[in-house]
Each structure stands twice: as structure tokens, then as C-alpha cells.
């Protein structure tokens, strides 16, 4: 999803201090689940009363998303970034981020495109944010040695395993350091959040700050941690400015540091320092509220097809699909999307429906009663098809009745499913 349109990447304001006061920032609060446990950390989901990381008042879907920005931009035009940075973490939410990235980049081409993450799990995504054109990527460090970071993460949880102590911090280490050099390799410029604790990291911060040198990091930020009650480490006091300036100073030998950080919300939005989150609340909450986009807004019609002419693969046989848009009257192919894993039951296909959420319809051979009806509830359309793809396509944005294509019953309807394993429902 290559965009020609020509962007400014000095109006980031978190990565650049002189756009602080020019350009704003809007997060967009998609992804609530979180694949580790910081012992500083307490994310609250709908919580009014604190500006901190990990606390937002609602969550959106990746539509609502769509439309929130929308809405954003229309009453504050200055802002220029677009970022995800939770409640939990973007890429234990890997579905919605990415959806979320495509509507925007789609709608607002010239807008920076932004993700902060624990770095666990965003290596199997850096194609697709590259492709979509995300910029700026920042990863939390806090260690560079599993022997403290093990003091700093209660877990790590990869797919169903869930790893404690210094298997959980090896674990995490590795995947950090392997996604920055992938990061880099894709030309994404990359942001390093380190929390500085007392007594736990704040003498290793010179560690950290030469070890993300080599890995070409852009940007460090020194982060004071902010104690929270209700965690293992809400007894141990807040970094004074004294340390924190000295940490940085220190760790300005190696890296350019971030001294303007506000230490946002996940719902953030505004200016840095003319900040209108509060203002913007109740905009946030009607959006959260609005049903799936009607057909007519989603621009994009799926297609399941094994060779790229005809329709012709089962909704349960596809593992990825062709995405399709009309264009003046005739029809482009976007891309290919790559479809969820085969298995997992029911959960299958609501992640097909978040993948999918940009698309008023999918094309397919034929197709099982229950994706179909979960499908439909989140306004992407089914429809039995054979023949041309254009024909198909044609039939949908015409809004023609889908029995003017010869679509072959579906096997799992009929109780004549073959066990192909594919989950077809």
C-alpha cells in the first residue's frame, strides 16, 4: 500500500522537540490486551482521572478508529501523527492494529503513522507496517541483561506459553533487539523508551543507551517511572530531576534524548504541551458506540481465489485473500491479505472479520452458516460466487442479487464437510 503522497517527518512532535508546538498527535486507543506484566505498570481501560501510559476512557475497533480520526482532524487540523501506543500492547493486538494503520493511511495519506511497543511480538508485522508506510516505531528497553530485566517483567506471555524470571526477560530481550534491527533494515525510524527505576535499572541506563547505538536506534527517551499503588513496585520512589538529567546526560554520549516527553495517555490527543484530551472525551465515547460502517464506506471487496482469475476457493479453504477497489468504473487490485491461522474454531472468524473490516464484502466459493453469520454482523458480506472475479465484483458494487452468480452450496451447510481441517464452520 505504497502512498506517493509526500510527507513531512520532521512534524512528528515526540520525535522532534521543534514541532512540539506546531504539530499534535492523536492515539488511537485499539488495543487493550497486553502479552507481558511490568511490575510498574497499572493499565486502567476506562479511567478519567490520570494522564499516564496504559490508561484510556474507552476502547475502538479499528472502524471506529476510522471514524474518530475523522472527527479529530475536522476540530484540530494540526494534528499530523497518528499513533497506537494501547492501553495494552499493539502487537498482542496485532489484528487491530494493522487494520486501524490501513484505514488511516487510506483516508489521511499524508498523515505520520506511529506504533510504541514492548517489541515481543511486532517482528511478524514489520512487513506490513513497512508496506503501510508507518514511519516511527517506538520500543520500550529497560534492560539490556535478562539479570535485571527478570526483576522488571512478573511475566511474558508468547501465543498460550507464559514464561517467568530470566526465561521471560531472555525471551524478551532477544525479541527486542532482533525487531530494532529489522525496524532499521526497513528504514523505520526508531524511538527506544527506557523507565528508569530506582534501585532496579538506574544504573544500567548507560548499558542500555550504548547498546541501542549499535543497533542504529534514532532516539532515545529517558522515562522516570510513575510509581502506581497498586504494583510491585508502587513503593519505590519517582526519580528526581536531578537523576533523571544526570542519566540523560549520560546517555547523550551515545544516543540524541527525548526531553520533552509527556508521558501521554493511550487516548491522547492535541498538541504536547496544549494538550485536549479531556476535551475531546465525549467524541471518543460516541465513537466507541457506533455500529459497523455501512457498506457504502468500506471501499474494498475481499476475494478468494487460488489463481486470481476465477472465484474459487471455500471461505474455510482460503488462507489469504485478493483485495480489490473500483476505480472509475472498472476494477484494481490493492494487494494480497494474508488470512488468520487455520484452526482456533469460532475465534477464526471474528479475527477474519477485524482483518476484513475494510471490505463491504467477500467473495467466495462457498462458506459455512457460522462464519457467515459473524461475518455479516460486522458488515462484511458473504457472498457464493463462481466465475470471473470481475464478475463477482461487479455484481457487489452494482448491488446486484448475488443469485446471478452460479456460488455452489456450501459442504459444511449441508453436513457434507470433507475434515479438511480448515475450519471452514
Excluded at 508521558?263 to 455500529?291: I, N, P
Excluded at 471474528?350 to 457467515?372: E, M, N, W, Y
Aim: aromatic letters at 6%; proline letters at 6%; glycine letters at 8%.
Amino acid at each position: 500500500m505504497k502512498n506517493s503522497e509526500k510527507k513531512d517527518f520532521r512534524s512528528h512532535p515526540c520525535f522532534n522537540a521543534d514541532a512540539k508546538g506546531k504539530f499534535g498527535r492523536v492515539h488511537l486507543p485499539v488495543a487493550p490486551k497486553c502479552n507481558i506484566k511490568c511490575n510498574f505498570c497499572d493499565r486502567k481501560y476506562d479511567c478519567v482521572n490520570e494522564s499516564r501510559p496504559g490508561v484510556t476512557s474507552t476502547i475502538l475497533s479499528p472502524e471506529q478508529a476510522g471514524v474518530y480520526m475523522q472527527r479529530v482532524l475536522e476540530k484540530e487540523p494540526r494534528i499530523s501523527v497518528a499513533g497506537i501506543a494501547g492501553p495494552g500492547d499493539p502487537f498482542a493486538n496485532g489484528l487491530e492494529t494493522i487494520a486501524t494503520m490501513r484505514t488511516i493511511r487510506k483516508n489521511h495519506p499524508q498523515t505520520l503513522l506511529c506504533v510504541s511497543s514492548n517489541g515481543l511480538a511486532i517482528g511478524p508485522y514489520i512487513e506490513a507496517l513497512a508496506e503501510i508506510e508507518v514511519s516511527h516505531v517506538t520500543i520500550t528497553v529497560c534492560a539490556v541483561d535478562p539479570t535485571i530485566g527478570q526483576k522488571i517483567y512478573a511475566w511474558v506471555k508468547d501465543g498460550n506459553v507464559i514464561y517467568h524470571r530470566l526465561q521471560a526477560a531472555e525471551l524478551l530481550l532477544s525479541r527486542q533487539l532482533a525487531a530494532i534491527r529489522k525496524l532499521k533494515a526497513h528504514d523505520i525510524t526508531v524511538k527506544v523508551n527506557c523507565i528508569v527505576i530506582p534501585g532496579i535499572n538506574d544504573h544500567h541506563v548507560e548499558d542500555v543507551a550504548r547498546t541501542m547505538k549499535e543497533l542504529g536506534v534514532d532516539l532515545l527517551n529517558c522515562m522516570a517511572m510513575f510509581p502506581n499503588a497498586n504494583t510491585p513496585f508502587g513503593d519505590i520512589a519517582q526519580p528526581d530531576t536531578q537523576m533523571m538529567e544526570q542519566l540523560r546526560a549520560k546517555a547523550e554520549e551515545y544516543l540524541p534524548q527525548m526531553r520533552h516527553c509527556t508521558r501521554c495517555r493511550a487516548d491522547a490527543v492535541g498538541l504536547l504541551d496544549e494538550d485536549r484530551t479531556e476535551e475531546f472525551r465525549s467524541c471518543l465515547s460516541a465513537c466507541s458506540s457506533l455500529k459497523p460502517m455501512p457498506a457504502e464506506m468500506r471501499p474494498y471487496v475481499a476475494v478468494a481465489t487460488e489463481e486470481g482469475i476465477l472465484i474459487n476457493q471455500h471461505l474455510g479453504e482460503a488462507r489469504s485473500f485478493e483485495i480489490w477497489e473500483q476505480v472509475d468504473g472498472s476494477f484494481r487490485k490493492v494487494e494480497d491479505r494474508s488470512g488468520p491461522a487455520v484452526g482456533g474454531g469460532i475465534k477464526r472468524w471474528h479475527q477474519l472479520a477485524k482483518i476484513l473490516g475494510d471490505c463491504r464484502a467477500v467473495l467466495v466459493s462457498g462458506v459455512g452458516p457460522t462464519p457467515f453469520d459473524i461475518l455479516t454482523k460486522s458488515g462484511v458480506k458473504p457472498v457464493a460466487a463462481a466465475g470471473f472475479i470481475e464478475e463477482g465484483l461487479r455484481t457487489v458494487y452494482e448491488n446486484k442479487k448475488a443469485a446471478s452468480l452460479k456460488g455452489r452450496r456450501s459442504p459444511c451447510a449441508d453436513g457434507s464437510c470433507s475434515g479438511s481441517g480448515g475450519g471452514c464452520g
